[in-house]
């Protein structure tokens, strides 16, 4: 249990501040049936996703990531001015835009229009819509997708069996369709509770979903391992017919060995959050006790998650830079920390920063080398309470 959360990506401007800002509850539960992980309070989608300002182009790791596996994708499946590729989520062409280029059709499916304009700008066919079965069959009497792509949305979906369907529905005979997200094992082991928020609404192991998917016709048949955002699953999915090789059966062993099947994989997770909490406020006391200056870095999500939880605001925290154009000058929503341009962090010197983006921590230490030759730290919360 987290407590009363606002949105994490419902950042507010100042003249704001005076407003009501909702909370809701933000509690994390398991279903000692199919051990499927899940918050059981739910945000209507419209509420969270119609104007959103999460830019994947502003991560420089996650945009490499992507051309990767663009590249990959075009070379593993021999994709053509023939194929067709649709992405579930497509936010602002980041992924899709490595097939554009080179002349493969696409569409893109995205519900935030403010986003979706930013792809269109950018040459990448983009609708403005949620993806549903009822999309996917109108979808589908057009043209049939060879490779439907989504990348952390899955987790976002409350219907995951309106969304598998929907797959099924508009995947070719001889299609894949290819997921990441978040991994479950992953979080619980590393107490990762700050990926815990209400867009994600699940959080998944092999275990739990595999037997959604044969019940919709559709076979896991590949399942990598990523170090994305503190540990995520790509999977791999065709129709029914198709063989899975040994990832799967490996990845079964794997989550058979973590327990995920029983109540001793998750018992401890709660305690991990509660010493993360305790540390990281000690370590924080012991900073301003010294005089110390102190900010963060990455207005992400997690981080409204994290400062919430741990009664952290712009008490503790001068202000939170961020690359994205699109966050700056707004507020993190419950503790009010100002958003500033990331080239404040050198410019005002902090000695001290909380790294809330920390799932890109190599990504932001080696973009950072100026604030940190000047003497500046970052502290880190997770997954232990560190300072580099």
Known sequence: DLGEQPLANNLLRPEDLGKPEPRFPLRLAVCTECWLMQI?????????????????????????????CAKRYRDEFALSSESYVVEIASNDGYLLRNFAEVGIPHLGIEPAKNIAE????????????????????ELASEKLADLILANNV?????????????????????????????????????GEFDT??????????????EPVFARH????????????HGGSLRIFVRH???????TVTALREEESQLNVNTLDCYQDFSAKA???????????????????TLAAYGAAAKGSTLLNFCGLNSGDLAFVA???????????????????????????????????????????????????????????????????
């Open 274 to 292: 509660e010493v993360t909490r305790t540390n990281l406020r000690e370590q924080i006391t012991s900073i301003q006790a010294e005089g110390k």
């Open 154 to 190: 899955f987790a976002h979906v409350p219907n995951i069996n309106d969304f598998i369907g929907g797959i099924k529905t508009l995947l070719a005979p001889e299609g894949r369709a290819i997921l990441e997200f978040p991994r479950g094992p992953d979080m619980i082991l590393m």
């Open 322 to 388: 961020d690359r994205s154009p699109h966050k700056q000058g707004k507020l993190l929503p419950g503790v009010h920390v100002p958003i500033v341009a990331e080239e404040e962090l050198v410019a005002r010197a902090p000695d001290v920063t909380l790294l809330l983006a920390w799932n890109f921590m190599d990504e932001i230490l080696a973009q950072q080398t100026t604030y940190r030759d000047a003497g500046g730290k970052f502290l880190v919360p997770i997954p232990g309470v560190q300072v580099v």
């Open 240 to 246: 029914d017919g198709q063989e899975a090789d040994d």
């Open 40 to 68: 059981t309070d739910l945000v209507p989608p419209v509420e969270l996703f119609s104007d959103y300002v999460y830019f994947s182009s502003y991560s420089d790791a996650w945009v490499k990531h992507a051309a990767e």
């Open 196 to 209: 815990i928020y209400h867009e994600h609404v699940f959080y998944f192991t092999l275990t739990a979903i």
């Open 118 to 137: 930013v792809a269109q700008e950018k040459g990448v066919e983009t609708r403005v819509a949620f993806f549903t079965k009822k999309l996917a069959q």
């Open 217 to 228: 016709g559709l076979r896991i048949t590949r399942a990598e391992r990523t170090p994305m």
